[in-house]
């Protein structure tokens, strides 16, 4: 095996990048990694450089090594030529020393020209001015179009077929997952894709904290596993519901009359909404329309057939309005087409009614209103958990789906209270936070959101530790965030918290994002913070 390896600096000490490439012994490329490794020296950079290369290389168990770099101090002090007197340089030569005890390994000095794609790996990784938090950000490339390998102090690695799982496209597309959109839920398949790279081979009981619309449920549903999902709002409540229960023939026929019979009369039911009036929202017919229906299925006796039917008037109702959801606010849009709700409404219940003709089998999960940063769950009961939380400096849920909350609830306090039950993620009124972990530094004072995003998430992580079981496993997937030109890394934040709460971490890159900052556009990432109790 012949390995490449070079560390960069941007000033020294600064922000460390590390460059490797390796090929078999018939020059055939295994790996490339291109790695920002934290804030070190020059010689720093370069070590960790050899450190990573050789903990990728035991992977594929080599008989002998080569290892090569352009660095002459670091290859002589390697040969024990050159004595090492810096204490850190010291502790990571007995780092190699470990790697490299069963090996037979040569480590070779080489030209600069022969080391370029390892020089251009290791400066790739690294932005300049570039720091875990609170570096101001200069618009640089966080990493190359290669699909890398890569293990690292954060134990990070690269996956970017990962990306069209973080999105609602694909259940979109899916029976059930479907009934209603989701902006922000995940695809089923990223439930499968991280039980498979699990430890925890099977299960009994699946835990998601922030469950949404119920995708992991569902999906635990059809895997015949148990799941928990909690969730601070009463709608994402009332929609996983809804999805993972068991219809009888009773109820669907009762939908199906329902939907032939239908029949809409005056209402005087009132809808009142936090932001400003529900009646500006619509149409004046489909308005009048919906308030119909919603009476009359306030008034249906069959319990589950109503559940059936409201989900799909709320899901309607972005369609029949003239609101357009543009980021976190609500637009009135004049000029929008709006499909009148009896159309949408009977297109809905009859793609719901096909659904049910071939339902998902398996236990029904518990789902329950609550906060992640309070379980409902004893000790060590679960076994696993997988959740995407809001996502720093995003929207506000209690907002974006407040005319849906409002409709659902029929009071007008619902949105506010909702708000005042969640993750403190946005700019919010109530910015105090107790204390700052430390990992976050004073960028969390400087910037409240920062502050009481990473506190609440604290409360999280230490909660989710709590409840699982020795061996368990936790997987958070969560979006980096460029707030005010300022680059905040949340996978490491929040690995680093995790690892002081006691879980071992890892962090799985899986997409490229980019923040529309304006006036710039910043590149930056979106990954499953891995963690092991
Ligand atoms: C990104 S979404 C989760 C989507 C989910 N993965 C899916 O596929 O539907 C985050 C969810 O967290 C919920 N949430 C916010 N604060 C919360 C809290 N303190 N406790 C529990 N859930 C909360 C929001 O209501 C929202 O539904």
Known sequence: ??????????????????????????????????????????????????????????????????????????????????????????????KIDELTENLKIKFVHIPREQNKEADKLSKAAVPKNYNKTGAKYKQQKLWQDVKIFVLS??????????????????????????????????????????????????????????????????RSKELGINSIGIDSSPLAIFVSRVKCDDYSKEDIDYVHKFIQDLNISDSNLRWEFELFSSRAAFPKRNYNTILSLREQIENIENQKAAQLLLLALLSILPQCSIIKKDGGVLKIDKKKSAIPVKIAFKRKVNQILTDLENPISG?????????????????????????????????????????????????????????????????????????????????????????????????????????????????LNVTNSVIHQTHILVDEVLAEIAERIGFSTGILVGAKRIADVKPRRVETRESIVVMRK
């Open 1 to 94: 095996m012949i390995i490449y390896t070079d560390g960069a600096c941007f000033g020294n000490p600064g922000s460390m990048g590390v460059g490797i490439v390796i090929y078999d012994s018939n020059m055939k490329l295994l790996a490339e990694i291109s790695e920002y490794v934290g804030e070190g020296t020059n010689n720093v950079a370069e070590y960790t450089a050899v450190i990573r290369a050789l903990e990728t290389a035991k992977i594929y168990e080599p008989e002998n090594v080569e290892l090569r770099s352009d660095s002459e101090l670091l290859i002589n002090q390697l040969n024990g030529k050159y004595k090492i007197k810096d204490l850190r340089l010291r502790s990571l030569k007995r």
């Open 153 to 218: 102090i954060y134990n990070m690695k690269v996956d970017l077929s990962l990306s069209p799982l973080f999105t609602f496209d694909q259940s979109k597309q899916l029976p059930f997952h479907n009934w209603f959109y989701y902006k922000e839920g995940y695809s089923p398949k990223l439930i499968d894709y991280c039980l498979q790279l699990s430890q925890v081979k099977k299960p009994l009981n699946i835990l998601d904290p922030f469950c949404g619309v119920g995708t992991t449920l569902l």
């Open 363 to 475: 236990p029904i999960p518990q789902i329950n209103l609550g906060d992640a940063r309070k379980l409902p769950l004893q000790s060590e009961s679960v076994d696993f958990s997988i959740t995407s939380p809001p996502y720093l400096n995003n929207i506000d849920y209690s907002k974006v789906y407040g005319l849906e909350l409002s409709l659902l609830s029929l009071e007008k306090q619902t949105t506010e209270l909702t708000r005042s039950k969640s993750l403190r993620s946005f700019i919010t009124h109530n910015p105090n936070v107790n204390e700052i972990p430390a990992e976050v530094g004073d960028i969390g004072k400087q910037i409240p959101v920062i502050g009481t995003y990473f506190y609440d998430m604290e409360n999280v992580i230490k909660e989710v530790y709590r409840v699982l079981k020795p061996d368990g496993e936790f997987y």
